[in-house]
């Protein structure tokens, strides 16, 4: 008897250890993150299949490339729910590249909004299916260097692409490089000064007066800024952003229905 409560008791003084208070605010990252192994050719290989993949260590060269001679900025976004188009910043070019070429090569076609947080924000990208291996295997395993910009903020309808979680890593180390292909929309509406007296508090930051001004009018996530490129933002169909945000998900904010897109670029 005595022995049962003592194991009880130390289960118990275990649980009190090990048991962290989640965050009181969201955070954006790489959930499913589809690695790709890169094999390397020996030199003079006739048949090098890997020499058009895109690396960490060609990426600035190719994405700026392919930028040169396709100079596009304007995006649909096909939903189940409507339509979303979008508009991709000049002054963020090799994430505009990126997005793209990816749609160019049909990536994001018959994919899904694989991560959903209502008043927050919805997430696309390399979700976990056979499909999206295949897919990465064919342009290669890579990240995007960060163009985070001050003046390009989280708001309602912006544009942005992921970064691997860094929960646990020293701050002084973290790799602000964006994910090659998760993408999210900020959902969440206008917030008050009080709330962001309460971010600036929880994360250690300032949110600038004129961004206030933005986040007190049109909404937005503020502690997310200066950590993800954001490159771009919705110019319509803000109200099919919205439909989504509202839909049912589970313990891990997954739609328990498909929410399908397909992307096209169109000038």
Same mark, same amino acid.
């Given at each position: 008897?005595?022995?049962?409560?003592?194991?009880?008791?130390?289960?118990?003084?275990?649980?009190?250890?090990?048991?962290?208070?989640?965050?009181?605010? +969201?955070?954006?990252?790489?959930?499913?993150?589809?690695?790709?192994?890169?094999?390397?050719?020996?030199?003079?290989?006739?048949?090098?299949?890997?020499?058009?993949?895109?690396?960490?260590?060609?990426?600035?060269?190719?994405?700026?490339?392919?930028?040169?001679?396709?100079?596009?900025?304007?995006?649909?976004?096909?939903?189940?729910?409507?339509?979303?188009?979008?508009?991709?910043?000049?002054?963020?070019?090799?994430?505009?590249?990126?997005?793209?070429?990816?749609?160019?090569?049909?990536?994001?076609?018959?994919?899904?909004?694989?991560?959903?947080?209502?008043?927050?924000?919805?997430?696309?990208?390399?979700?976990?299916?056979?499909?999206?291996?295949?897919?990465?295997?064919?342009?290669?395993?890579?990240?995007?260097?960060?163009?985070?910009?001050?003046?390009?903020?989280?708001?309602?309808?912006?544009?942005?692409?992921?970064?691997?979680?860094?929960?646990?890593?020293?701050?002084?180390?973290?790799?602000?490089?964006?994910?090659?292909?998760?993408?999210?929309?900020?959902?969440?509406?206008?917030?008050?000064?009080?709330?962001?007296?309460?971010?600036? +508090?929880?994360?250690?930051?300032?949110?600038?007066?004129?961004?206030?001004?933005?986040?007190?009018?049109?909404?937005?996530?503020?502690?997310?800024?200066?950590?993800?490129?954001?490159?771009?933002?919705?110019?319509?169909?803000?109200?099919?952003?919205?439909?989504?945000?509202?839909?049912?998900?589970?313990?891990?904010?997954?739609?328990?229905?498909?929410?399908?897109?397909?992307?096209?670029?169109?000038?």
């Amino acid at each position: 008897m005595r022995l049962c409560i003592y194991f009880m008791f130390l289960s118990f003084l275990i649980g009190c250890q090990t048991s962290e208070s989640k965050p009181k605010f +969201e955070s954006v990252e790489v959930i499913k993150d589809v690695s790709v192994e890169v094999k390397k050719v020996p030199k003079g290989s006739k048949t090098n299949k890997y020499a058009k993949l895109i690396t960490n260590q060609n990426v600035i060269q190719k994405l700026k490339s392919y930028g040169t001679s396709n100079p596009e900025t304007r995006i649909l976004i096909e939903t189940t729910f409507g339509n979303i188009k979008l508009k991709l910043y000049d002054d963020t070019p090799l994430h505009r590249a990126n997005f793209v070429m990816l749609i160019k090569k049909g990536f994001y076609d018959s994919t899904l909004f694989y991560r959903v947080i209502n008043h927050f924000m919805i997430q696309g990208g390399n979700s976990d299916d056979n499909k999206m291996f295949n897919r990465i295997a064919k342009i290669g395993n890579y990240k995007i260097p960060s163009e985070v910009l001050p003046h390009h903020i989280h708001k309602r309808g912006a544009l942005a692409m992921a970064v691997q979680e860094q929960y646990y890593q020293d701050i002084s180390k973290q790799d602000k490089s964006s994910s090659a292909y998760n993408f999210y929309i900020i959902q969440k509406g206008p917030i008050s000064d009080k709330y962001m007296d309460k971010l600036e +508090e929880t994360y250690h930051i300032k949110i600038p007066e004129k961004n206030r001004k933005i986040y007190r009018k049109y909404g937005g996530n503020p502690h997310l800024d200066n950590d993800y490129t954001v490159f771009g933002e919705v110019t319509s169909g803000m109200s099919v952003v919205d439909k989504i945000g509202q839909v049912i998900t589970d313990d891990k904010n997954r739609p328990l229905k498909n929410v399908y897109l397909s992307m096209k670029v169109l000038k």
